[in-house]
């Protein structure tokens, strides 16, 4: 599967962006789907996951209510649309795939996109 993410870009504080992580690929409807997050001197972070059928997994609490996955299996495409943007959301963000039933750790998580920079300013 590759992963190819787009959407990012410089948005002022309390504004929206829609992320899409487009997939190639017959089997893309198999995998489970992923949004994390790196902002610079921090760790990778889960921001939430998506399986096959649509159902999602916990947000991370620091953008539970403010962002939404989604994702459309005739597109082979994953988004995340994000509302209510802070400055602390800036990072870069990366989708990514598994063939795992249900993950939150990015080490089992196979396949990247190469990332998409969202610069928040305040």
């Known amino acids: 599967v590759q992963l190819q993410a787009s959407g990012g870009g410089l948005v002022q504080s309390g504004g929206s962006l829609r992320l899409s992580c487009a997939a190639s690929?017959?089997?893309?409807?198999?995998?489970?789907f992923a949004w994390f997050r790196q902002a610079p001197g921090r760790e990778r972070e889960f921001v939430a996951g998506i399986g096959f059928s649509g159902i999602t997994t916990p947000y991370a609490d620091s953008v539970k209510g403010r962002f939404t996955i989604s994702r459309d299996n005739d597109k082979n495409t994953v988004y995340l649309q994000m509302n209510s943007l802070k400055s602390e959301d800036t990072a870069i963000y990366y989708c990514?795939?598994?063939?795992?039933?249900?993950?939150?750790?990015?080490?089992?998580?196979?396949?990247w996109g190469q990332g998409t920079l969202v610069t928040v300013s305040s």
């Open positions: 990514a795939a598994t063939s795992n039933f249900y993950a939150t750790n990015y080490q089992r998580y196979q396949y």
């Open positions: 690929g017959r089997t893309f409807i198999t995998y489970m």
